[in-house]
C-alpha cells in the first residue's frame, strides 16, 4: 500500500518539528500547505510545507542552530 502524499507530508513536518524542538525552536504555523492539494494535478509536484510566521528571536534562534550545523 503507497502512503498518500499528505501523510508523507504530515511525517516531514513532525520530523522537522521534532528536529527543531531538539533546539529549543518552535515555528507556530508550521503544517503542510493544504492549498497544495487543491492543485488539479496533485501528483506532479510534492507537497509544500508551510514554515509560517514567527517572531525575530525565534528567527534568530533557527539561524543560530543552522550556522551551528554547516558549522559540522
Known amino acids: ?3 498518500h502524499p ?3 507530508s504530515d511525517a ?3 520530523d522537522l518539528r521534532t528536529a527543531l524542538a531538539a533546539n529549543g525552536i518552535t515555528l507556530p504555523s ?11 494535478h ?4 510534492p507537497p509544500l510545507v508551510a514554515l509560517g510566521n514567527c517572531n525575530t528571536a525565534t528567527a534568530q534562534a533557527l539561524a543560530a542552530a543552522l550556522r551551528k550545523a554547516a558549522g559540522r
Open 30 to 40: 508550521l503544517g503542510v500547505d493544504l492549498l497544495c492539494f487543491a492543485n488539479a
Open 1 to 3: 500500500m503507497h502512503n
Open 12 to 14: 516531514c513536518v513532525e
Open 42 to 45: 496533485p501528483h506532479t509536484a
Open 6 to 8: 499528505h501523510h508523507e
